[in-house]
């Protein structure tokens, strides 16, 4: 596995080595083989374990297709889109690339679609709000292989020392218990206000709850100063002013092992994965519970998708791949071993049995990945220092939300 501490290096490293053999994307080396390249990355935590999968998969494949070879590469998430911009930029990209869905539109102008090498049967058998996130203009920028649902997870030792029976299933049931949990010394909540923090995981959920959206529906002006986009930032602001949330955590990003999510003095928090919660809380007292609901039920859910660079010297051989790795039966495995839920109808529940990632799984169809447009990362940029200003006292919020959309617009063109 080609794991390394430096992304610039790794890149540096891979583009000499594709130059210097004369390669960059797929074709047919001395044997006469076709080859189709692979760019993934840690989705199964084990390295190991995650080398060994797609080596077995791409034996399996090569199996059936004596005439090409699958060669993969495993890199850190750290930087990535560094290192592939600048593979794309030299032509020395991978024929096939991870991707989620707010990387397709910053990629869109490379990427080949997918839907011609997906059979009717793979595309009807996906989840329908799956098949949106990878849709652009019509057309599905990469094949689905797992997808999540970022529900709320509370700590049922906190829930037990409270005395609080009943766990929130709305933004006013966090606020009429958030003062039960502070008297006891306990936060009701976390919020990661750190700019650092993706919006994805932390005020989005939020503002699509409160029936808001980041965009205006032609994706040509920013929507998040609504009056959803005030009511989801208040709502926050009145957790901060009342001292229900550890205030801290709205300038700084700590590991979350320094954090009092860690030490068990946090009730419910909505941005951390069940694996990590489970470390600090222990697999049966983490309480799955559905996505808040205040105008709407939804929240955060992302998908990872196989896409197809247009650089790919054969597009046929890449997409019998993509095809292969992203069936039913290999989408499964997959998911399973790195604990993610299927995009799939025909896979079924993978975690009936798991107390935790079942209920979680419950709540995939009502999740969502949100806006699909190519600046979705720099209006976070500019948005996220205005939401924690509001949240630190220095700007009323409906400034804060109409001074991030004066500086987000000129970004859309």
Request: glycine share 8%; net charge neutral.
């Amino acid at each position: 596995m080609r794991v390394r501490k430096s992304l610039w290096a790794v890149a540096m490293a891979l583009v000499a080595a594709l130059a210097a053999t004369g390669c960059g994307g797929s074709g047919s080396g001395d044997s006469g083989k076709k080859t189709v390249t692979m760019w993934i990355y840690p989705v199964i935590l084990d390295e190991a374990t995650h080398r060994a999968y797609w080596d077995e998969t791409a034996k399996a494949f090569q199996a059936a297709n004596p005439d090409i070879e699958v060669k993969t590469e495993i890199f850190p998430w750290a930087n990535r889109d560094q290192a592939l911009a600048t593979a794309i930029a030299g032509n020395k990209g991978p024929d096939v690339v991870y991707l989620i869905p707010d990387q397709l539109p910053k990629y869109a102008r490379n990427i080949e679609p997918v839907d011609k090498y997906l059979d009717d049967a793979a595309k009807s058998d996906y989840l329908e709000n799956v098949v949106r996130s990878v849709t652009i203009d019509g057309r599905m920028m990469g094949a689905p292989i797992l997808t999540s649902a970022a529900t709320p997870l509370c700590n049922k030792k906190v829930f037990e020392a409270v005395g609080q029976e009943t766990y929130p299933t709305s933004w006013n049931d966090l606020l009429a218990m958030a003062p039960k949990f502070k008297a006891k010394g306990y936060d009701v909540t976390a919020y990661a206000g750190d700019v650092k923090e993706t919006l994805n995981q932390t005020f989005y959920p939020l503002l699509w709850q409160a029936g808001g959206d980041v965009f205006s529906p032609d994706g040509k002006s920013v929507a998040f100063n609504s009056d959803a986009g005030k009511k989801a930032l208040k709502f926050v602001k009145q957790l901060v002013d009342g001292g229900y949330v550890d205030k801290s955590l709205l300038t700084t990003a700590p590991p979350a092992e320094q954090t009092r999510i860690a030490q068990n003095k946090v009730a419910c928090v909505y941005h951390l994965p069940v694996t990590q919660l489970e470390k600090f809380w222990g697999k049966d007292n983490v309480k799955v519970i559905p996505h808040f609901t205040e105008t709407k039920q939804i929240g955060y859910g992302t998908v990872g998708s196989l896409s197809m660079l247009k650089n790919a010297k054969n597009k046929d051989a890449a997409g019998k791949w993509i095809a292969f790795a992203t069936n039913a039966e290999n989408t499964k495995k997959y998911d399973l071993a790195s604990s993610f839920f299927s995009p799939k109808k025909s896979t079924g529940a993978l975690y009936a049995a798991d107390p935790v990632l079942g209920e979680q799984e419950k709540q995939v169809s009502s999740s969502t990945v949100g806006p699909l447009n190519e600046k979705a990362r720099d209006v976070q940029g500019v948005l996220a220092p205005e939401i924690q200003a509001a949240l630190l006292g220095k700007k009323p919020v409906e400034q804060a939300l109409d001074d991030a959309a004066k500086a987000a617009d000129p970004l859309l063109g």
